[in-house]
């Protein structure tokens, strides 16, 4: 229009100087174009006479169509964070460009990193591809794709640097059980859980995952983990002893790839040695004759240093260790005519312990009668059938609880010994027996 007033002129577009010329197949102002290089003419005429007008022989101007950038977005960059766990990470950016281009020619395309959003929109400040994140944990980075010949056609899009918690591991204490009763000797073979230590090993940190392997081939490579460690029998691997045993752990942050690593000692600690069988105590109910009660020393296990050996009257105390008898040495028996006592034998280190039990016996005295004479005929000595008199010296007495000796002193019958065989030939006519 240059200095013509738009009241007098109108102006029209057009695809072709005849359709400009003829002043048909006007264009409307609002034109969406087919190709990507369009020449267009124009037709300039008085609004009060459409005879007057002059159409441009060529084209005034062409509408270019620049190919637009395209941004995808490309997935986060996550890390794991080291021991100082600060948040900070060193990242490459540039791994993410042919992500971000995708079937785009990187020769064609320019791609560039900035802190804002606002700084990508501009083209400014942008972020050196080396980049270390100055907010700890998760920041977000944004991304500017243009055709350097053509900056207005650009693209953004935006991803974020997560850096993960680093899970350090601590070692635990040695996990060491006392190895199962009843087995003499022990074969320091038991069964662990080895949960007990996963507190010890993520300091607390519930969102740590603890797993336990037999090798720290598997613990690196993160296979073949023990299916169920809360029920665990310590093993020989690799030609290596059952016990002590070497467990290799990781400790993962959940949700992340983030691992560390660290080791644990199982070890079946050995129980006492102890008799499975101890000798009985048997006393004659002398004291109080016919209650069947007595008192007992029940010391039957010797000394030995580092050890303590406790008596009950249940297999249960003595299993729990709980009611010991107070005085072992002055025990009256509570059952009569026999009670059976459990013997609790403990590692005073350890607090691994073995059981065993012995019986306790009260005897009956037998009742003494006055024997008659045994008399035969015969000449000064003859030879005596003894056992024959059994049955008058029991007087009626259980002949399976008693047995009956006959001795040529007092001495011989009061310690049982030098007992006269039968039958018996006297030595001297008359000859006390007793």
């Known amino acids: 229009m240059g200095s013509q007033l738009s009241t007098d002129f109108q102006v029209t577009y057009y695809l072709s100087f005849a359709d400009a010329d003829a002043g048909t197949g006007a264009l409307p102002n609002l034109y969406t174009t087919t ?3 369009e020449p267009i003419y124009v037709r300039v005429e008085s609004i009060a006479d459409s005879d007057c007008y002059n159409a441009s022989l060529n084209s005034v101007f062409n509408l270019i169509v620049n190919e637009k950038a395209i941004a995808n977005a490309p997935i986060d960059m996550v890390v794991c964070d080291d021991s100082s766990n600060d948040g900070i990470a060193t990242f490459d950016l540039s791994t993410q460009e042919a992500e971000i281009l995708g079937t785009q020619d990187p020769t064609v395309f320019y791609v560039s990193f900035h ?7 501009n083209n400014a400040f942008p972020l050196a591809t080396n980049y270390t994140n100055s907010t700890p944990g998760v920041e977000r980075i944004f991304v500017r794709v243009e055709d350097p010949l053509h900056v207005d056609c650009y693209s953004t899009t935006s991803f974020d640097l997560v ?17 199962d009763l009843g087995e003499n000797p022990g074969n320091e073979i038991t069964e662990f859980d080895l949960t007990l230590r996963d507190t010890e090993i993520t300091g607390g940190n519930t969102n740590w995952t603890v797993t336990y392997y037999e ?8 296979t073949n983990a023990i299916p169920n460690p809360t029920q665990y029998t310590n093993t020989a691997i690799g030609g290596l002893p059952a016990n002590p045993q070497t467990l290799y752990i990781t400790v993962t942050n959940n949700g992340s790839d983030c691992v560390d690593f660290t080791t644990m000692t199982i070890r079946v600690l050995p129980n006492p040695e102890i008799s ?9 109910d002398a004291t109080n004759p016919g209650d069947g009660v007595e008192i007992f020393n029940l010391l039957s296990i010797a000394d030995v240093v580092g050890q303590t050996a406790t008596y009950h009257e249940t297999a249960t105390d003595a299993d729990l260790g709980i009611n010991a008898i107070t005085d072992p040495t002055q025990y009256t028996n509570t059952e009569t005519p026999e009670q059976e006592i459990y013997v609790r034998l403990t590692n005073d280190a350890t607090d691994c312990y073995s059981l065993s039990s012995f019986t306790i016996h009260v005897h009956a005295l037998p009742d003494a009668i006055t024997i008659t004479d045994f008399i035969q005929c015969g000449l000064s000595t003859d030879t005596f059938d003894l056992t024959s008199k059994d049955d008058e010296v029991l007087n009626g007495q259980n002949a399976s609880q008693f047995i009956v000796s006959y001795h040529a002193s007092l001495a011989d019958a009061e310690t049982g010994s030098n007992s006269l065989s039968s039958p ?3 030595s001297s006519n008359p000859q006390e027996i007793l």
């Open 163 to 179: 850096i993960n918690a680093f899970p350090i591991a601590t070692q635990p204490s040695p996990l060491s059980l006392c190895d």
């Open 215 to 222: 090798t720290d081939a598997d613990a690196q490579a993160q």
């Open 424 to 426: 018996y030939s006297s």
């Open 35 to 37: 190709n990507n290089f």
């Open 115 to 121: 802190g804002s959003s606002t700084d990508a929109e």
């Open 276 to 284: 499975d069988v101890l000798p009985d105590l048997e006393l004659c």
